[in-house]
């Protein structure tokens, strides 16, 4: 199961699903602080998780590398053909979280 950034980066992303065998799947991305917020967006196949469709997406941003975490400006999300394309929107280089809610 791969995640990646728009231009290929792999490196420090963890893909977790965090409620295996439930009737939804929460699958939460762990973005380092290379991801740059506002610009980069992450990419993943919903056929790994056994999903094809998503009810919501949130991300959460860190305000300082490794610190506070706080509500990120929404994003946009696309699925086509099962893999789900989120654009981040806000600013800033430190690093957090993506929680897709899939099914």
Do not use: C
């Not at 950034?5 to 965090?18: A, H, K, P, R, S």
């Not at 009737?23 to 999903?51: E, H, M, N």
């Not at 929404?74 to 800033?92: M, R, W």
């Amino acid at each position: 199961m791969v995640v990646n950034f728009t231009d290929g980066t792999t490196t420090d992303v963890v893909t977790t699903e965090i409620t295996p065998n439930s009737g939804i799947k929460v699958i939460q991305v762990r973005v380092p602080a290379t991801f740059i917020w506002g610009t980069d967006a992450i990419i993943v196949d919903l056929s790994d998780y056994g999903a094809t469709k998503v009810a919501g997406v949130l991300a959460f941003e860190e305000t300082t590398a490794g610190s506070v975490v706080v509500a990120a400006t929404a994003g946009t999300t696309i699925v086509a053909s099962n893999v789900l394309t989120y654009t981040s929107a806000g600013s800033g280089t430190n690093g957090g979280t993506i929680q897709i809610f899939a099914y």
